[in-house]
């Protein structure tokens, strides 16, 4: 979430919910806004001036009406979830709720963790992210007339004229598809498709040919060469909207199975050290800042002895989600392995990240953890560097790794600083 942008509003509307101040709490520190209501023309108010992201409704209902009574005018002015607090219900009485708006059940004892979780699964799919299409194509007639549909579908477009600029986009613009003419002047689709798949990084970018060409022999093996569909051109616009749309949603889960952490949802090992390479690459060849970042729970092989393996990657998960909802497109997060994490900061000094990991570290220290009736708080320690003359992106992470393990000999809880 940028900083600029509006945090998720979550109005809480209950007469009384056990817990719910430290709820309201929990859920600022993972990036979302808290209003709590005990008042039906309150709420409602609220509602008018600005609707939210999702609204939490207590069984006990409000002061002055019941929660059935509120739940058609909430239904009206929100078009978000609607989750309900509630102790107990039978299937009847869920299936009763849902045909008047409830979308969620929660249950009691509140499990704020597996609350913030189901939130976050609720937030995702609500920021749904254009997808992005790089059509090459040096036909300017051609390329607009598709660019255009997909424009006005929704979608981000680059349009690429000369094949043999394509990593540039490919690198910048990040495509969910490649849409590639056949026959170009400076070379085919299939030849710089097959030179697009040397480059591993590109490798779950499907390409699909666009040409007038319709001998099938002709199309598989250029399909062969490295791409993965082909389309006839001039195709009607429903189509290549829908197939556009498909395709891209398809590359994209598969894409997210492939780099992410299965835990917490972040990038996984290889692909954080992947991202880091290409950051450094590309800050030494623009003369660009970037800083570096390891950072390791505190204490964690106790959490899995005294609490158990669940709540362990309860803590890692608490961690890994602070880290997703901050990094505010100015880089990555990655699970280095275990409960240690890695942050690439991109055109960002040493000082500025130090300066937002501590920030992170202080909030993570206030952050609740629970196990049954036990609360308990964890802290982290961090090592942050900055890329030197000379380095390579294994010297960074090893300067990172050793003010963190400073940092940890120190005391815990704190951030150390590479100076060399």
């Known amino acids: 979430m940028n900083a600029n942008q509006e945090k998720p509003i979550i109005y809480l509307s209950a007469r009384k919910v056990q817990g719910g101040a430290e709820l309201a709490r929990q859920l600022t520190f993972f990036g979302f806004e808290c209003q709590a209501f005990s008042k039906q023309s309150a709420l409602l108010a609220a509602m008018y001036t600005r609707a939210p992201f999702a609204v939490l409704l207590g069984e006990a209902g409000l002061e002055d009406c019941t929660a059935e009574q509120i739940l058609p005018l909430i239904g009206k002015l929100s078009r978000g979830p609607l989750l309900y607090l509630t102790s107990s219900l039978s299937v009847v009485q869920q299936i009763h709720l849902m045909k008047i708006g409830v979308s969620d059940f929660v249950y009691f ?14 937030l995702e799919q609500s920021m749904s992210i254009p997808y992005r299409v790089l059509i090459v194509d040096d036909s300017d007639a051609m390329g607009k007339v598709s660019a255009n549909i997909l424009i006005k579908a929704g979608m981000e477009v680059q349009v690429l004229k000369n094949p043999l600029d394509v990593f540039f986009p490919l690198e910048r613009f990040s495509p969910d598809i490649v849409l590639m003419d056949v ?9 710089i498709a097959k030179v697009i798949r040397q480059y591993t990084q590109f490798d779950s970018v499907p390409i699909v040919f666009l040409s007038t060409e319709t001998n099938r ?7 062969s060469m490295g791409g993965d569909d082909f389309w006839v051109k001039n195709m009607p616009e429903e189509e290549l909207i829908a197939s556009v749309n498909m395709t891209c949603a398809r590359y994209r889960s598969l894409r997210r199975w492939m ?5 917490t949802t972040l990038l996984n090992h290889t692909h954080i050290i992947d991202f880091l390479e290409r950051s450094v690459a590309r800050s030494k060849k623009e003369a660009l800042s970037l800083s570096f970042a390891m950072i390791d729970i505190d204490h964690f092989k106790k959490i899995n002895d005294n609490y158990g393996h669940s709540i362990g990657d309860q803590v890692i998960k608490s961690l890994a989600r602070l880290l997703r909802q901050s990094i505010n497109g100015e880089g990555a997060a990655g699970r280095y392995g275990g409960e240690e994490f890695a942050v690439v900061f991109t055109e960002t000094s040493l000082v500025r990240a130090a300066q937002k990991v501590d920030d992170w570290r202080k909030r993570f220290s206030e952050l609740i953890q629970s196990s049954n009736d036990i609360q308990f708080q964890v802290t982290f320690s ?26 940890k000999h120190a005391g815990r809880n704190q951030v150390g600083l590479h100076q060399a």
């Open 183 to 191: 026959y170009m002047p400076q070379c085919s689709g299939d030849e």
């Open 217 to 223: 022999i002709k199309q598989l093996m250029a399909r």
């Open 259 to 263: 780099s992410c952490d299965s835990l």
């Open 109 to 122: 004892p509140l499990d704020i963790q597996k609350l913030i979780d189901r939130l976050d699964v609720l």
């Open 382 to 407: 961090a090592g942050v560097a900055t890329l030197k003359n000379n380095m390579d992106a294994a010297q960074l992470i090893d300067a990172a790794d050793s003010v963190l393990y400073q940092a």
